[in-house]
């Protein structure tokens, strides 16, 4: 009777292997076809090679994530991002050559020319008869830190293709991109539940600039699954205190050393202030166990170590100060982007002509956190009109999380008794955000990959927002919109004053400022004043938002 009742998931577990392994080779085979154009299936060995590894890959992960228990629905939603993401960069291979302006990344399928210039650099040293390891050296122009040009070039040369296929990489790009989902669902239903971690996982999914980095050859499709990564880990080992939420803490960021040592450093300073957070915070336990502090300190080091070695091709000789190097680094490259952002905007040069000097760093900021600026995008046209769709998909979905960024804090701290880990999680974010606006302006490519590392913290965030919102009627994040909608409504005609011929009155910028505050002012005013008066003498106000109970522990055997 055993035997009976035991052999039925047998059969179907191979079958699912079975399924799986067919999937992955059929998927091996159409991508060689696509990537030659549709019209040969050269270098099918190296597709299947690479569709397979990314499967086991997949898997592994997959499997070291067990003890969170994930819902099947996960698993098929961190598929589906691995397809979106695949299926989005055989658009641009496809649509780039025939709709963009035919620039040299364009033809050869290229949405962005950083991921161009480096991986055919990649392709070039894998046909050179030099060691990969010259890819962290002197190749400044295609690859500052050298990470990612090296996994490039490797792959290329070790799978034995007869020509380029970028293709091929963008395999790994999306598979390892995708698993930032699973990773933000399991920081978000450990910092505050299911629901929150149910949303989470979707606002990944959705969020332009993620699918945007997946489907291309950037390093940020592989710091944006790390450092999410990271996170978890630091959330696991608070809860757990376990060896296992410490390696899922260290080892990620280690990982992000090779592709930008700045980026593994701040990720690092983030998840030490978060840490904080969390030891003051009732939400978590207090984290000031030796082993972690003896694991961050190792880490320290290792940085510190990289940021040397990668930051002395770029600073003053005779410097060897880590610290003093990453200054300088910081410093100039704020400076070259203000030069940049200044010379390459004419309204710029306007508004920095009429005003003191100090207003130049402020306004270079507030450009830099609303990039790509909605407005924009909806009225600056383009002689290839699938850019002007790239931007407005792109704007659009920043602009709606950005609306959370500003919310959420607001809302922690409206809260009865205050989160301070919530408050700790925004005040991370929103230093993400200025620093990488500091660091590159108002780039409209840039900027956003820059923050964009941090994407599955504020997918979390703007998912918590929600929930809480939703379960406490809070009539701030309706006003939120009210603001949000005024500023960008009073800029439609500023830019359509620059880009057609409609006359428009308003030309400087603070005055268009203020319009759109005194706007959001008033519709603010008359939106309390109507719920005011709609509340009868013998109600209750509707409550604030309340906290959420601990969530269930979760077990820490491995």
């Known amino acids: 009777m055993g035997t009976i009742k035991k052999q039925p998931p047998q059969k179907i577990h191979w079958f699912s292997w079975l399924i799986v392994g067919?999937?992955?080779l059929l998927t091996g085979f159409l991508l060689a076809w696509i990537s030659n154009r549709f019209s040969a299936l050269t270098d099918w060995r190296a597709f299947v090679t690479m569709t397979l590894l990314c499967g086991l890959l997949f898997g592994g992960v997959w499997r070291l994530l067990k003890s969170e228990k994930p819902p099947s629905w996960l698993l098929k939603l961190t598929i589906a991002t691995v397809l979106l993401h695949l299926v989005v960069s055989v658009f641009w291979l496809v649509a780039l050559p025939r709709w963009g302006h035919g620039t040299s990344p364009e033809r050869a399928g290229y949405v962005m020319g950083d991921a161009y210039a480096r991986d055919t650099l990649a392709w070039r040293l894998a046909r050179s008869p030099k060691p990969l390891i010259t890819a962290f050296v002197d190749n400044r122009k295609a690859d500052q830190y050298g990470g990612m040009l090296f996994i490039s070039a490797?792959?290329?040369?070790?799978?034995?293709?007869?020509?380029?296929?970028?293709l091929l990489m963008l395999i790994l790009i999306a598979t390892i991109s995708a698993l930032a989902v699973p990773f933000t669902w399991a920081f978000a239903r450990r910092a505050w539940g299911e629901k929150e971690a149910r949303l989470a996982a979707w606002v990944m999914l959705l969020t332009p600039e993620a699918v945007l980095l997946g489907s291309s050859q950037m390093r940020e499709a592989f710091t944006m699954a790390l450092?999410?990564?990271?996170?978890?880990?630091?959330?696991?080992?608070?809860?757990?205190?376990?060896?296992?939420?410490?390696?899922?803490?260290?080892?990620?960021?280690?990982?992000c050393i090779p592709?930008?040592?700045p980026v593994a450093a701040m990720t690092l300073a983030m998840a030490v202030l978060l840490a904080g957070g969390l030891h003051f915070s009732r939400r978590g336990q207090p984290v000031g166990r030796r082993k972690l502090w003896l694991g961050l300190a190792i880490l320290i080091v290792i940085v510190l170590i990289g940021l040397y070695f990668v930051l002395k091709q770029f600073t003053p000789p005779?410097?060897?100060?880590?610290?003093?190097?990453?200054?300088?680094?910081f410093t100039k490259s704020a400076q070259l982007q203000m030069y940049i952002s200044q010379h390459a905007s004419g309204w710029m040069q306007k508004v920095f002509k009429a005003y003191p000097t100090w207003v130049e760093l402020p306004v270079l900021v507030g450009y830099g956190v609303v990039q790509p600026f909605l407005p924009a995008a909806l009225v600056a046209g383009s002689a290839a009109p699938i850019w002007q769709a790239i931007a407005v998909w792109r704007a659009l979905g920043w602009t709606i999380l950005l609306a959370f960024m500003v919310y959420a804090?607001?809302?922690?701290?409206?809260?009865?008794?205050?989160?301070?880990?919530?408050?700790?999680?925004s005040l991370v974010v929103w230093l993400v955000i200025l620093i990488a606006s500091v660091r590159a302006g108002g780039d409209m490519w840039d900027n956003p990959r820059y923050r964009a590392t941090f994407v599955g913290l504020q997918a979390a965030l703007a998912a918590w927002a929600w929930v809480e919102h939703r379960r406490a009627a809070d009539p701030l994040f309706r006003r939120a919109l009210l603001l949000v909608g005024a500023m960008l409504g009073w800029f439609l005609p500023w830019y359509l004053r620059r880009y057609t011929p409609l006359s428009w009155p308003v030309v400087d910028l603070f005055k268009t400022l203020g319009m759109g505050a005194a706007t959001a002012f008033l519709l603010i005013l008359w939106d309390w004043a109507r719920t005011a008066t709609a509340v009868q003498p013998n109600e209750a106000p509707l409550p604030l938002a309340q906290p959420l109970a601990d969530p269930p522990p979760v077990s820490g055997n491995d």
């Open 227 to 255: 450092a999410i990564a990271a996170f978890y880990g630091l959330m696991r080992y608070t809860q757990e205190r376990s060896w296992a939420g410490l390696a899922w803490t260290l080892a990620p960021l280690a990982l």
């Open 22 to 24: 067919a999937a992955l």
């Open 409 to 425: 804090p607001l809302l922690a701290l409206r809260s009865e008794r205050k989160s301070i880990f919530t408050l700790t999680l």
């Open 318 to 329: 005779g410097m060897i100060n880590p610290l003093e190097m990453v200054r300088w680094w």
């Open 259 to 261: 592709f930008s040592p």
């Open 154 to 166: 490797g792959i290329y040369r070790y799978f034995g293709l007869e020509k380029h296929q970028p």
